[in-house]
């Protein structure tokens, strides 16, 4: 059985073969998944509650406070759980402030920041929480978070009616955001209508803040939900151990998928992502390592299915479906050490497999057809579509690319299109079509 303790040995194994043989197969993905579901929800224990300035909680202090104030409803005032484990509809006995947060029976409406400190933590467990858009309703956690069996909504309560923003993500959300070394469980819930664009407030984020991405950050499972209408459908920076599994993903404003900046020791898989408004399905950006994306489906997104850039390394894509997308199935930008097989590409809006100004990526037993462009598209920045930025510059790799054994057939650009200063590397036992 697949064990979380052995995800990372895993990982190892797949990055120093090039062969399927490690990847994990459906039903050890299917066994951590179970053990994640079956998880012992944590026994409420003894703790502060209290209620606080909200301008005075370092939690809160990270750029958004002067756009919360600017709502019509806003009271300036937090909910913080400074020890202790709560459930979350035991908490209105213990502020008496049900204009800030209500339970009626399994129904709760938070109208408030809610703030769990370092050392406590909250659960969420078979209740159906409103988040009221208008003034203000957010959790943010430190400490750690279990949200299970829920509905998790944002909501404009004026009109009735679910939260929205405008297409840039300029009008304020309710969001959930876990912070430095927080840990997260979100599984067998629904949550929609949540994040805009702001300080990790995109719906479901988790993140390592200002400190250095390295030191460590926040472990993440998100299992078996529906997450729709959200700015990003997760975001994650610096966060370490993270498990996005089984979950149905639709119609994110920007990003379906996004871990970033040195996210690592991850596994995204039997995912389905579909609809992404603005962008790519999946996405792993920002030196992004230690990672399996495998046996998930992203379709109909405005960008590409699967996304890789910036630095990225030794990550693998095995077993997914992308088709049906704006731009390409899979893209790996100046990235290395990166493996792409067994993959089923068609019907994307340009390349099955675009490869720029990245080494050593392995392409392999790929089914890829019927894509606008070509099958597989590999070039160095030379034939990039602009000069490179600062950043783009740091990154930037002799391109090499090995080649074997894929399946390309009804390409309207071809099987395969190389340009500028390319290596293709073909192994011994193998065959390319380019």
């Known amino acids: 059985m697949l064990r979380r303790a052995t995800l990372a040995t895993l990982a190892f194994l797949a990055f120093a073969s090039s062969t399927l043989a490690q990847v994990p197969t459906p039903a050890e993905i299917a066994a951590l998944a179970d053990e994640i579901l079956a998880e012992p929800v944590p026994a409420p224990l003894a703790g502060e509650v209290a ?84 003034t203000g309703a957010l959790v943010s956690a430190h400490g750690g978070l279990f949200i299970s069996d829920s509905e998790l909504l944002g909501w404009n309560d004026e009109a009735d009616m679910p939260a929205r923003t405008d297409d840039r993500g300029t009008a304020f959300r309710p ?151 704006g731009k390409d199935g899979i893209v790996v930008y100046e990235s290395r050490d990166i493996t792409i097989t067994r993959n089923e590409l068609f019907a994307n809006g340009r390349a099955g497999i675009r490869v720029r100004a990245s080494a050593d990526v392995r392409v392999s037993g790929n089914a890829i057809r019927h894509d606008a462009g070509p099958g597989i598209f590999v070039y160095d920045w030379s034939h990039a579509a602009r000069e490179p930025d600062e950043e783009d510059a740091t990154h930037l790799l002799p391109t090499s690319v090995e080649l074997s054994s894929n399946s390309l057939a009804n390409n309207a650009g071809g099987d395969c299109s190389i340009q500028g200063e390319v290596e293709i590397r073909i192994p011994p036992n193998g065959y390319s079509d380019c």
């Open 175 to 325: 969001w959930i955001t876990g912070l430095e070394d927080n840990r997260t469980v979100v599984r067998r819930s629904r949550l929609a209508h949540l994040g805009y664009q702001g300080t990790s407030t995109f719906g479901l984020a988790f993140t390592h803040g200002g400190r250095d991405p390295a030191e460590g950050g926040p472990r993440v499972s998100v299992v078996a939900n529906a997450i729709e209408d959200l700015y990003f459908g997760f975001f994650s920076f610096g966060a370490v151990g993270v498990e996005v599994i089984q979950n149905e993903i639709s119609r994110s404003h920007v990003y379906g998928v996004d871990p970033h900046d040195a996210t690592r020791d991850m596994l995204i898989a039997q995912n389905t992502v579909t609809g992404t408004r603005r962008s790519h399905g999946i996405i792993l950006s920002r030196e992004i390592h230690d990672a399996m994306v495998v046996l998930n489906q992203s379709s109909d997104n405005a960008g590409a299915g699967l996304f890789i850039d910036k630095g990225s390394h030794d990550v693998t894509f095995a077993r997914n479906r992308a088709f049906a997308n």
């Open 51 to 134: 209620l606080a300035e909200a301008a005075n909680e370092p939690a809160l202090r990270r750029g958004f406070l002067d756009e919360l104030e600017a709502l019509p409803g806003w009271q300036g005032v937090a909910i913080v759980l400074r020890s202790g484990r709560h459930r979350l509809e035991a908490l209105p006995a213990r502020i008496d402030r049900p204009d800030l947060l209500a339970c009626d029976g399994r129904r709760c409406r938070l109208a408030a920041p809610l703030v769990v400190a370092a050392g406590a933590v909250l659960v969420i467990d078979g209740i159906e929480l409103r988040l009221a858009q208008e």
